[in-house]
């Protein structure tokens, strides 16, 4: 008559190794890879700090993801001692891992002793349809989401270029937007900032901008920063954000914003636009060039366009902004090439996208320099200053 | 920037076998450009950035960059708007 289960069951465990949660608890510490046995949902109710889950039926087919060196250390566990000794056998006897012990007692003992469970965060089943088109996509799927919902991005403007940027980046799941913009919603600016609306004429664009993201995803917290930009603030609003949005309207501040930026090592997205033609560019501190690298100076306030009024297509900002909200979806997920040391141009009349490489400027005043090296009398200074674009600022 | 100063053309064809000849032709044949194209001492300005199809010329040999006949020259000027 074959052995019972159990009676197989209490042979393999005398051929293998088991180890007592106390003694893997100081494993852990020395590098030893711990793998999870259980099934999903077992998993998902807590596991072992630092653990990888690799369920036992799919032990032989994915273990080498886990722990690809057959001589290394592995401690498997599941919830009470039996199912790791059968995957340890299986490790040892049939793929020729060399170091395998099975945890006594397994997650349940490890419990008992009062040792620390790491419970892995999930989507609520809200956020799974919500996203589900997300979840779909390999380069996004759930890790990447919760990304997104981890992620802080500052917009700076709640106008033409922020507000599309604004709308896809909450539809997206971007968990905390940060809105800096000091204006109120006037009749002529609803030709293209699309955030905004003819009921809000009067109302503060951040808590217009705030009102409209909240009704289309409660997942995001919308942070208002009702101010200017300028010198005497920028080193508070920014840190804590892990991208800027750039849709800034004049020179100087754009000019502020990249020294900052690179001295708190934060990229920005920026673009620009003007009548039918636009810009844009990604300045990741010290991977790639900063806005001085490109243009070293701002152009004489006669010839700088963004100081007096002037017309813009308003599907052009729209254009514009989805694509920097593009950029920070991709430099959120780390997915795809980013537009890092390259500019490209659109120009909406001729339907065409023309790209240039901008290099690093070895001798640039900012981003040539340690980060802790740039002062705050020098953020945002270039020659000429004072002069500059009376209007601006 | 540049464009009022061509009469609204974007795209410019100009004869010349280096970026300066070609930046100077079409500082003739417009002179409006001139002085946004070129500093008083006849340098490119520096909120002018010039590409040699998709390179920038001052990494190449600057106004002395050769160009050839299929070759494309981008101005690009600096710009700020945001539309707020």
């Given amino acids: ?227 200017r930009l300028g010198p005497e603030n920028i080193m508070e609003v920014l840190p804590g954000y892990d991208i800027v949005v750039d849709g800034l309207d004049n020179f100087p501040t754009r000019y502020l914003l990249n020294d900052a930026s690179v001295r708190l090592q934060i990229p920005v997205v920026s673009a620009a636009i003007l009548g039918f033609e636009g810009q844009l560019s990604v300045f990741k501190p010290y991977d790639g060039p900063c806005y001085r690298c490109l243009f070293p100076v701002p152009p004489p306030a006669e010839l700088a366009p963004s100081c007096g009024a002037n017309g813009v297509l308003g599907v052009l900002p729209g254009t514009m902004g989805l694509l920097q909200a593009t950029e920070v979806v991709k430099l959120i997920l780390g997915e795809g090439e980013p537009l890092i040391g390259r500019l490209l141009m659109y120009d909406a009349l001729a339907a065409r996208f023309t790209e240039v490489k901008v290099r690093r400027d070895p001798d640039c005043p900012i981003c040539a320099r340690e980060p802790e090296a740039i002062s705050d009398e020098e953020m945002g200074v270039f020659p000429d200053y004072e002069a500059f674009c009376a209007g601006a600022h | 920037m540049l464009r009022p100063a061509v009469g609204g053309e974007k795209e410019l064809t100009a004869d010349g076998g280096s970026v300066a000849e070609i930046l100077e032709s079409v500082a003739a044949s417009h002179p409006d450009t001139r002085s946004q194209l070129f500093s008083a001492d006849g340098d490119l300005n520096r909120y002018v950035n010039v590409y040699l199809n998709d390179e920038d010329v001052r990494v190449l040999e600057g106004l002395d960059t050769a160009v050839g006949a299929d070759d494309t020259l981008v101005i690009l000027p600096a710009m700020a708007g945001g539309a707020l």
Avoid: F
């Fill in chain 1, 1 to 227: 008559m074959s052995p019972s289960g159990a009676e197989v069951l209490r042979q393999i465990k005398s051929r293998i190794d088991e180890v007592d949660p106390a003694v893997v608890r100081e494993q852990i510490d020395n590098g030893a890879v711990v793998i999870d046995v259980r099934e999903t949902d077992e998993w998902s109710a807590g596991h072992l700090p630092g653990a990888k889950h690799v369920p036992k039926s799919y032990i032989e087919t994915r273990i080498e993801g886990a722990a690809p060196d057959r001589s290394q250390h592995v401690i498997l566990y599941c919830q009470s001692g039996n199912r790791s000794a059968w995957a340890a056998r299986t490790l040892l006897e049939d793929l020729g891992y060399e170091h395998v012990e099975s945890m006594t007692g397994g997650i349940t003992l490890w419990k008992d002793r009062g040792y620390e469970v790491e419970v892995p965060r999930t989507l609520t089943a809200e956020q799974r349809e919500r996203y589900s088109r997300h979840l779909l996509l390999p380069e996004v799927g759930i890790e990447g989401q919760q990304k997104l919902l981890d992620a802080k991005v500052l917009l700076l403007g709640a106008g033409g270029l922020g507000s599309p940027a604004a709308l896809y980046l909450a539809a997206a799941g971007v968990g905390t937007l940060g809105i800096v913009d000091d204006d109120v919603v006037d009749l002529s600016n609803l030709q293209r900032q699309v955030i905004h609306s003819s009921e809000r004429i009067g109302v503060s664009k951040v808590d217009s901008a705030e009102e409209t993201i909240a009704a289309l995803n409660p997942d995001v917290k919308v942070q208002k920063h009702a101010l």
